[in-house]
């Protein structure tokens, strides 16, 4: 602690040394007016602002300006504003007079932001050395767009957003830069106006049938995506350093709007309906095809009965008094299969699907005082799945509001979000074995069955006799009651007062409390439910709580012509606390109070957790630019989390970086507008474990209880390994890059690489005997990322009535495994689907990139026997000339890395066209060179599901592989998927109605499509998947990647909108 | 000026007081669990200890699940077979390479079933240990018997590992370090030194509250079975590890604690047993296995079931078809046709397999294979690698439990019961005296119950009877590896398994998980 209380002094001594004492002179103002280069129209919301004073204003909108009370003196006036380059001029304020300067901004490539969020602060644009994306929201809020995660998607390079599946409000997988860590999470920071969130699931967990619930949906579905401002994503080290400990993989910051800057009140609505369906559904054998099928195996079954009493001996007397009832050890199948054929044609996928409409409603009003400002807005919006019985619902109110006190030298700001999120849920599977959910059932569900039936008790769903694993699926989906609920809110307030000039303090106090609910019913009505114990009903209540307390002291002063400096320094602490409480009942005579009774259940079960953990750091930054020409970079974070160790709680994390404005100053010229170098270092950590995992828990449950005389004895285990030495996981980053713009801001990108060095994996491995429990985390192994980012805007036509900007993002990276400690590879990916149990897919080795696919390499299969056949080598019994020659798969000295699941680029394309009363956009993304494991088609497309009356994928009818042949993970199911998918489609025109526009200040109609196209070479539903298998997502588990198992189709949307502002 | 100067300087107080205040009360990152409880606040009471040592019993469940110690040791053997039934039951090819034993030490069945096997063992251990360490620093009732009870069940889980691996690393503290590999001498000598140590803490018996806990003929029974494989355990030596492998490895001629002759010594913990008074053999075989066994007088050593959530034996699970019982069960194990047959058809114990026409037995009416065929489990099984649904006879020896709560049936699991201990004194005597008549009559003890399974044999004895007894009548209770070992008959060939399949498979390889965790550890030969 005496290392924090040195840094504390030496960070306020420092801050006060400069300390200035201004003089007071006579004073001139500046006028004019700003206009577009191009059309020669007015321009409002320019900032005007005279570098290395505090004096700036926005232009009005005629292009208007005024700035008063400026000393005489010379001034280099920079006008700014997004979309258009800066432009700087000199000019001369005399005492008492007016000077007047015209501004003409020509538009740039790239719509920017002049002042960027970097963290407990602003930047300019310029004064930034570190690597940092800005997504502009106003460009990516087009279609459904239900969170902030699908803004970023493909607009900010070196950012790879996987949506888990096409449910409404799924989850997201943001890797930025690829992943850093093993089995920690990979998930960045989301910092909200300034104040970090904890990202975890605000909704309890799901009831698993036959497999792993479901994955969460995403908790940043609580913002309404017509709130945001912008988002910046911090990616180099010496950019996230200042968030430290949390930093490792990447940082997004989202800004809310404010209230308006200038300009008399606004009322916007906006809204939207949209329709959509699945873009692509399972491949499956259709009910004609499936009898045929059945047809032809019966009649290879009787061919071979002949040959029966060789194989079986007369001995065998039990066998052969039931052969005509028993005998299905013949090729193909049994006669009896053909009185499972039923007399109806259903197509399951088709059954479950549907078209959904989604629609939404913004309305937002903005206005004030001079001093005090407000922007209030209100959402609602419903979205129904593509997948029957399942949706989400979003009401969500908005408010903030800004106040300026003390002669504008004390500013007040509060935020407050509240949003309520009501999902619907069904029984899917994330991952799965022998039974299942809606998903897998609509795969091997009998197409000869109908729907529903209609007998003596009414008009039911059709569920097949006795059958305890088989079931309707639309019956699955439409009769069981899975209900969860978020009630957010999100509150901020900030109070920011400057000290003397250039010194500012801030304290800001940030609440986020979500309270989450989950209500499950399986009604007796669905077999599902009777097998379960007669309805099962659970209730769950989550709270998630977390407060943080920021305060902050910066200061920017400007030494002369060539010096600036611009310092924070502070001190954050924040505390996350989340409770659950589950009830459970079994056991119900009627299924009319769902999960209203709990005790009226037969057997009563319940339980609660709780977990707390805190942070608190000490940050400071300092930036110093020497004549706008050089900027250096520093940043020191001191971080203690109360997760690690006694005695590694505390860690520092340092960032270095520098760059230098070759244009500035005439180093070079030609057809550079702007070439900037940049170097950057900096370390930073991952605290993403579970509090408490440092030390040795002992718990009670029925793992713990023990049976004497058959009462159940409450017991204790040591459920946990203790580990003292548990610290932080840290990444030390290296990044060098260019920036630069060509002809005039025309064309404008940067190119980056970086090498991403991550050491003391927080890893979970065995522990030596006698442990507890087999594993624990350890600090173990080493992981490198290296790669390439490039960007590129291009303003592609800029003249009166039409601009057309275009956009490219460009991402090369590659990971390695340098180090596992003593472990020579952990098996991850594991392979779901009957039979496929220890099955794994990947292994992590040294030398090799996460999702590295492992097993068997399949050859081809042998016409005669219908075996796959497999490569082996002498040491496989039964191989022949390096092929398996029996039934199954070779040794597993004989197993190879199959396939790597990693891209080898990903390409955005973003283009906006304005033409006269046109705006259109698109988006198209591009992943190339990687493998995907298709779990869905080893385990659907094989035709010995039919042995037991389950249907299977369509490919599997046209192989020759024999009917008896068990599904057999290998390389065979490991295919190449790159993609290339149109995004995004929206066409908008400004409505020019005298009625409507006499009132309003703009109307504008449109139109999107979303997922209007993929093109693919991959087989399965949709090449892109998730990049986490975990089947819990508040545990990241290994790093597994690209496997595809019975995914929630993805939709194809079409959206029609119209937004109005008065 | 001056107000603006007493305004910033208001400010400026305020704003440092702010800095300030949190600095102190915040930087106090020490954790606590707030739904779990640390050693450090637990074991004060004897009720608290107790619970810790539920939990060591608890551990006992996971040693007779399928991919555990009893699956090991049944699979591996010509007991029991996982055929492939289409793609059912293929599990990465697991099943079929423990029943043929082409395991290594990375092989699929190595990392998944021994290495649950290992676990499970040292997690007992562990919790043992955590129990033993917090006893020596707290004084409640009962701390004898309490602290004997927790060694007795450490000292169990060690056999599991020495039967299956050899030597391991031996612990009794809670420290967390690279333990070395004991020779498999010491382990014997380390197991059966506490068990001896805590013997005379244990009752003789318990009252009606506490059936299934460590008796003092627990502690015998363990012993008398240890002495009887005392060559195979504490043999030293290359290839197979002094094991012979092909040929019997007799007790005659080993030296155990109190320098004892291993098959006397082992005749002497079956008599004290019987001596004890307490066992006797169960009126009828059945008695020994049906839901509400806990009443039968016959078992020593149990795990104890109940008809509870995640308390419960699912051995039916692993046999039965899918439509047989409710929750589905998972029709996967089944017993080779040879084995089968080697039963005589009077032999009562035959019942144990369900063989012939099926039903739900739940509801007792007849049932339907997924083709809505009549179900019939046939005795022969026509290809390991694509079997069919009704293939391979059904061990059906644990009937299902009328109150069972899901998968969950109270059937007790006897690791020891009084019947082996008669088969462990026949063989012991017939190796101090091949051929003795009063190791026949011992060994037709077990078929006399009051309701014989069968009729008394008639002699010579020899090895190959009292294996082949110990086959019909322990069948299934995870004892056949281990007999198989004993006997030299291990890697021999059997339906499904072409043999021999190497010396050194009578010792389990350690899996590379476990080496990679601990270094020291050496692998076993051959591997």
Partial sequence: MALVRRLVLALVACLFWAAPLGAQAATGAITGKVVDASTQQPLANVEVALAATPHRELSRSDGSFAINGVPAGTYRLRASRIGYGSQIQEVTVTAGGTTTAQVSLAPAAAILEPVVVTGYGTQRREAITGSVSTVSAAAANVGVVTNVDQMIQARAAGVEVTRNNGEPGAGMQILVRGGSSISNTNEPLYVIDGVPIYNQPTEPPSYGVGGTPPLPRNPLNLLNPSDIQSITVLKDASATAIYGSRAANGVILVETKKAAVSGGPTIEYDSYVAASSPAKRLDLVTAGEYRTFVTAQVGSWRADSTGFSTRHPPTDTIFTKHFADSSNAFAGLVPSHLTALGTANTDWADAISRTAVTHNHDLSFAGGSEDTRYRASLNYMKQQG?????????????????????????????????????????????????????????????????????????????????????????????????????????????????????????????????????????????????????????????????????????????????????????YEYSEFKKTLAMGQGIGYVTDVTLYNSLGSGNTLKDSSYGELSKLVSFLSRANYGFKDRFFVTGVLRYDGSSKFAEGHKWALFPGLSASWHLTQGGVVRGPFSDLRLRVGWGRQGNPGIKPYTSLQKLEGGSNASYPWSDVPQPGVIPTSVANPDLKWEQTNQYDVGVDFGLFGQRLAGSVEYYVKNTSDLLLEVPVPPPQPAATRIENVGKLRNRGVELSLDALLVSRPGMTWRTGLVFAVERNKVLDLGPHQFIRSGIVSGQGQSDQWAERIMPGFALGTFYGPVFLDVDPVTGFQVFACTAATAGCLNGRTTTRGVPDAADYHVIGNANPDFTIGLHNQLNWGKFNISFLLRASVGQDVFNNTALVYSTKSNALQDKNFLRPALSDNTDVHEPAIFSSRFVERASFLRLQNLTVEYALDLPFLTNSARSARLYMAADNLFVLTGYSGLDPEVSSLNASDATDAGLAARGIDYLTYPRPRTFTGGLRVSF | MKRLFVKTSIGAVGLVTLLLVPLQGCTDLSETPISSIT????????????????????????????????????????????????????????????????????????????????????????????????????????????????????????????????????????????????????????????????????????????????????????????????????SEGPGAGGINATGYNSCSGMTVGGGLGACQAAINRVDSIIASGVYQLAD???????????????????????????????????????????????????????????????????????????????????????????????????????????????????????KHVAQNNGNDFAWFRLAEMYLIKAEALNEITPGSAGALDTLNRVRARTAPVAAALAGPITRDLILNERLFELNSEGKRRQDLIRHGKYTLAWEFKTGPTGDFRVLMPIPQTQIDANPLITQNPGY
Avoid: C
């Fill in chain 1, 386 to 570: 593509v997948t029957i019985s399942n949706g989400l619902e979003r009401i969500q109110g908005r408010l903030s509001a800004t106040h300026k006190a003390l002669d504008n030298r004390m500013r007040l700001g509060v935020n407050v979000t509240t949003s309520r999120v009501n999902n619907q849920y069904i029984v899917f599977e994330n991952r799965g074995g022998f039974e299942g959910g809606v998903f897998q059932n609509a795969a091997v569900y009998n197409p000869t069955q109908p729907v529903t039936v209609t007998d003596a008790l009414g008009t039911h769903y059709y569920e097949v006799p006795g059958s305890q694993s088989l079931r309707n699926p639309v019956a699955l989906a439409n009769q069981i009651t899975d209900l969860g609920q978020t009630t957010r809110t999100l509150a901020n307030g900030t109070a920011e007062i400057d000290l003397v000039p250039g010194l500012t303090g801030q304290v800001t106090v940030g609440l986020d409390y979500a309270g989450g609910g989950r209500q499950i019913y399986f009604p007796n009505a669905n077999p599902l439910g009777g097998t379960l114990g007669g309805g099962l009903a659970r209730v769950y209540s989550q709270d998630n709580n977390t407060k943080t307390v920021q305060t902050l002291l910066t200061f920017r002063r400007q030494v002369g012509e060539s010096h600036s400096f611009d310092m924070v320094g502070g």
């Fill in chain 2, 39 to 234: 050693p450090s606040n637990f074991f004060h009471t004897e009720r608290e200890v107790t619970a810790a040592l539920a939990g060591v019993y608890a551990g006992l469940r996971n040693t007779a699940g399928e991919g555990e110690y009893w699956g090991v040791s049944e699979v591996s053997t010509d007991e029991m077979v996982v055929p492939t039934r289409g793609s059912d039951w293929f599990d990465n090819g697991t099943w079929l390479e423990l029943h043929r034993q082409t395991w290594s030490a990375n092989s699929p069945s190595t990392l998944s079933f021994l290495n649950n096997a290992w676990n499970t063992a040292y997690a007992g251990i562990a919790r043992a240990n955590v129990l033993v360490t917090a006893l020596g620093g707290v004084t409640v009732n009962n701390q004898a018997q309490l602290e004997g009870e927790a060694r007795y069940l450490r000292a169990f889980y060690y056999y599991l590992l020495l039967d299956l691996f050899g030597g391991v690393p031996i612990a009794t503290t809670t420290e967390i370090k690279r333990w070395p590999r004991q020779t498999r001498d010491s382990t014997f000598k380390f197991i059966e030194g506490e068990l001896l140590a805590i013997r005379s803490n244990l009752p003789t018996s318990y009252g009606a509250a506490n059936v299934g806990r460590v008796t003092r003929s627990a502690v015998d029974a363990l012993l008398a079975n240890m002495y009887l494989n005392a060559r195979v355990y504490k």
């Fill in chain 2, 284 to 402: 009828t075989f059945t008695q020994n296995f049906s839901s509400d066994n806990g009443s039968s007088p016959e078992n020593i050593f149990v795990i104890k079931y109940a008809d509870a959530d995640g308390l419960g034996f699912n051995m039916v699970m692993r046999t039965l078809h899918y439509n047989q019982f409710n929750p589905s069960p998972w029709n996967g194990f089944a017993t080779l046709a040879q084995t089968y047959n080697a039963f005589d058809p009077a032999d009562k114990r035959r019942n144990m397999f369900l063989v012939g026409p099926q039903v739900n037995l739940e509801t007792g009416l007849p049932a339907q294979d997924r083709a809505h065929n009549p179900l019939v489990f046939t005795t022969t099984i026509a290809n390991v690698t694509s079997a069919t649904e009704g293939e391979g006879a059904r061990i059906y020896k644990w009937p299902i439990d009328p």
